[in-house]
């Protein structure tokens, strides 16, 4: 895999602040002195960290040709639990998108990290896009490419009521009858299996939306090729018992140490008191921020991010929550 993982977030601007959808803001981001911004693709979200210290993970749904502005959507999640496909692994009570509809105003400073994309665009005759909610941000920049690329695509586009999904004027306007729009209180649920019993190998399934939304998809592209489907999730998956309960051994190859770890400690404690500076967000497995590639052993994949292949690839993990299945990992740290 190609990750970039910048060890340092930049200060940007506030530049636009608009109310796009109900409980929808979007933002606009610039560099202070109108600097280039670091490019980016389809999927990647950047870090936003708020003037308050806390730290949130939102998707990138703007131009990515544009080299100056980033645009991100947050959701207002009253309990703070979630305020963008990415963020709700962030649990404190009143949070980042509290934050964000409330008090941050254009001209304020943010930091942010990344871009990073751990949901990228695999090249594809035929896309069906399939978006939940605020779960269309990550997929808009998607559209576009899909579009720009003179792919075959469709989009299924679901939420709880017209007013409230973000940017469906804008993909209608644009893109027609290729947008299918499913407000649940006039249509109810999106027909998952008109759309997807029938497998079809010349086309991939990317989803974003809530855990039932996800849970659905999954289930319904059960008899789809292998990698077909990619979703991001909202949430960690849930996780299933580490394959062992002994300890394990991690060698840190560049700082030339070796520490035992216990069942009690994560691998990323175990390596950060060894000494090793690992960056991490989520510390649930579902940012990709703590990346560490992986140069002997297998590890124990715990994470919500790889994809089956990727996992089987044993060339990478995330330590804040994946262990080891073999007595020995070495770790590129
Ligand atoms: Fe988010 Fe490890 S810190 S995946």
Redesign the pocket.
């Known amino acids: 895999m190609v990750w970039s993982t910048p060890r340092n977030a930049a200060t940007l601007t506030v530049s636009a602040k608009e109310d796009i959808a109900e409980g929808v803001v979007s933002l606009t981001l610039v560099h202070p002195d109108g600097a280039r911004l670091p490019d980016w693709t389809p999927g990647s979200h950047i870090d936003l960290v708020l003037p308050d210290g806390t730290t949130r993970q939102y998707s990138l749904c703007g131009d990515r040709w544009d080299a100056h502005t980033y645009r991100i959507a947050v959701l207002r999640e009253p309990e703070g639990r979630r305020g963008s496909p990415l963020s709700e ?1 962030n649990r404190e009570p009143g949070g980042g998108s509290a934050y964000v509809h409330d008090r941050l105003r254009p001209r304020d400073r943010v930091g942010v990290g990344g871009p990073r994309n751990h949901f990228p665009l695999a090249p594809s005759e035929k896309y069906l896009f399939i978006a939940g909610g605020i779960g269309i941000t990550p997929l808009l920049p998607m559209v576009y490419q899909a579009q720009l690329l003179g792919a075959d695509w469709q989009l299924l586009y679901g939420g709880r009521a017209r007013a409230s999904m973000a940017f469906r004027e804008e993909l209608t306007a644009a893109y027609g009858d290729r947008v299918h729009i499913v407000p649940q209180d006039e249509l109810g649920l999106p027909d998952l299996a008109a759309w997807l019993d029938t497998p079809r190998p010349d086309t991939k399934v990317y989803c974003c939306g809530p855990a039932p939304l996800l849970a659905a998809v999954e289930a319904a592209c059960a008899g789809w090729p292998p990698y077909a489907l990619r979703v991001e999730r909202f949430t960690a998956a849930a996780r299933t018992a580490p394959v062992r309960d002994t300890p394990f051994e991690v060698e840190l190859r560049r700082t030339g140490r070796t520490v035992t770890v216990t069942p009690e400690l994560s691998v ?1 404690e175990a390596v950060r008191r060894a000494g090793a500076d690992v ?13 560490t590639p992986v140069l002997e052993g297998r590890p124990d994949h715990r ?3 790889l994809a089956d292949h990727e996992r089987a690839a044993n060339d990478c993990m ?4 994946s262990r080891s299945r073999s007595d020995r990992l070495v770790l590129d740290l």
Do not use: H, Y
């Open positions: 692994r990323l960056l991490s967000s989520c510390e649930q497995g579902t940012c990709g921020t703590c990346l994470d919500s991010v995330f330590p804040c929550v």
